[in-house]
């Protein structure tokens, strides 16, 4: 059994919570993007795909990797470059999320990635001082290339089999958290409309991959 089939139910609902309440886009967007970036599409304003039970596409699965700390992110395709940094749990339970719009974050609880099981990285799509390092995660297509680079100096390489939207009251908990029998990747964000009463986005998008190499 992997990590994240060994947590408790209630810790699984606790960080299901905290991804869907605060883990990305929790501020008001700024009007543009920051000096030498280029925004491209938002991800907010991007139709979202409908959401499924399971992701519908399977790529030829590499075996599991031993475990091994991520240190870089990389997705060509939507122009992600980003360091990683570690992410636990706070004193309530709740999941911690990274302090601004860059870098992105991994859970330590779960399984590394490229490890046996569903790994997490997780981050902002936008942020007070710009955007955020997954603005165009809504943008990744099924076959795009995922790329972490680990501490052990290896690479692990997944295929997107879905990019997925989500009311944030109907986070799905067993798809991202769930035991697998293989080693795959969860990339989550924010989307959809931004509330302003709330200052939160109202979905949360979410790429499934699977490791390939």
Known sequence: MTRAGRRTAAALV???????LGACGSHE?????????SAGPSAGATSAPTPRDVPPVTPTRAPAMAASVPVRVEIPTIAVDSELMELGLQADG???????A????????????????????????DWVTGPGVFLRLAELAVGDEVRVTR????????????VESYPKDA?????????LD?????????????????GHYEDNVIAFAELVV
Do not use: K, M
Not at 94 to 100: A, D, Q, S
Not at 183 to 198: N, P, Q
């Open 29 to 37: 967007p700024s009007p543009g993007p920051a000096a030498g970036q």
């Open 94 to 100: 709740t999941l911690e999320v990274p302090p601004g």
């Open 102 to 125: 860059f870098p992105a974050g991994w859970f330590s609880g779960a399984p590394t990635p490229g490890e046996l099981g569903p790994a997490i990285i997780v981050g902002h799509i």
């Open 182 to 198: 293989h080693a795959g990747l969860r990339v989550v964000s924010c989307g959809g409309e931004f509330d302003r009463s709330t």
């Open 14 to 20: 606790a960080l299901a919570v905290a991804l869907a």
């Open 171 to 179: 986070f799905p908990t067993d798809l991202v958290y769930g035991d």
């Open 151 to 162: 501490a052990d100096g290896s690479v692990a390489v997944f295929r997107t089999t879905a």
